[in-house]
T-cell receptor, first 111, second 116 residues
Framework: DAKTTQPNSMESNEEEPVHLPCNHSTISGTDYIHWYRQLPSQGPEYVIHGLTSNVNNRMASLAIAEDRKSSTLILHRATLRDAAVYYCILLNNNAGNMLTFGGGTRLMVKP | EAGVTQFPSHSVIEKGQTVTLRCDPISGHDNLYWYRRVMGKEIKFLLHFVKESKQDESGMPNNRFLAERTGGTYSTLKVQPAELEDSGVYFC??????????????FGPGTRLTVT
């Protein structure tokens, strides 16, 4: 599986936007970019995914670079409940559907 | 709609004993996955069921682990005999479909297994 690189941790202030970066320079044409997050003492939770175009949903936005070698998860207004570990994962359906979790980015939100 | 449920939430057993973890996926989800996080490590894939069939069990660590999904509904993961290094959190996830964009996986809260 293609690997992703994320910062170990980031800090944000409550009610401010957060941009979580992910580098995936070896991404292949059939890799989808998925984001999951894990809140304390819970199982991972799906956030968003995309292939080439930017995506929006009720939780977040996903901005994908034109060359697809990087992406950014955008939380428009961070809340204390968004404090979690965020995982950027490449998923290639041709290679199975298992999620390969890296270390993720631990997001801390300050009130 | 009920989410993915796992039982028990926490299990403490002695080395050499047997433990069975249960996962109930979301109704109608054909795909069921097991993952685990052992202490200090990243979450790792164990195996994937499509209905009652094992689609991929490449992540199963050894033959002390046995997963079943009789009838394509709930699944069990048995560890026999348990070893100290099996301690960790075991997550189950389910998804509706696979295919072009692989639908999202819904995770349960996990079972924390402690082997003493």
């Amino acid at each position: 599986d293609a690997k992703t690189t994320q910062p170990n941790s980031m800090e944000s202030n409550e009610e401010e936007p957060v941009h979580l970066p992910c580098n995936h320079s070896t991404i292949s044409g059939t890799d989808y970019i998925h984001w999951y997050r894990q809140l304390p003492s819970q199982g991972p939770e799906y956030v968003i995914h995309g292939l080439t175009s930017n995506v929006n949903n009720r939780m977040a936005s996903l901005a994908i670079a034109e060359d697809r070698k990087s992406s950014t998860l955008i939380l428009h207004r961070a809340t204390l409940r968004d404090a979690a570990v965020y995982y950027c994962i490449l998923l290639n359906n041709n290679a199975g559907n298992m999620l390969t979790f890296g270390g993720g980015t631990r997001l801390m939100v300050k009130p | 709609e009920a989410g993915v449920t796992q039982f028990p939430s926490h299990s403490v057993i002695e080395k050499g004993q047997t433990v069975t973890l249960r996962c109930d996926p979301i109704s109608g989800h054909d795909n069921l996955y097991w993952y685990r996080r052992v202490m200090g490590k990243e979450i790792k894939f164990l195996l994937h069921f499509v209905k009652e069939s094992k689609q991929d069990e490449s992540g199963m660590p050894n033959n002390r682990f046995l997963a079943e999904r009789t009838g394509g509904t709930y699944s069990t993961l048995k560890v026999q005999p348990a070893e100290l290094e099996d301690s960790g959190v075991y997550f189950c996830a389910s998804s509706f479909r696979t295919g072009l964009s692989a639908s999202e996986q819904y995770f349960g809260p996990g079972t924390r297994l402690t082997v003493t």
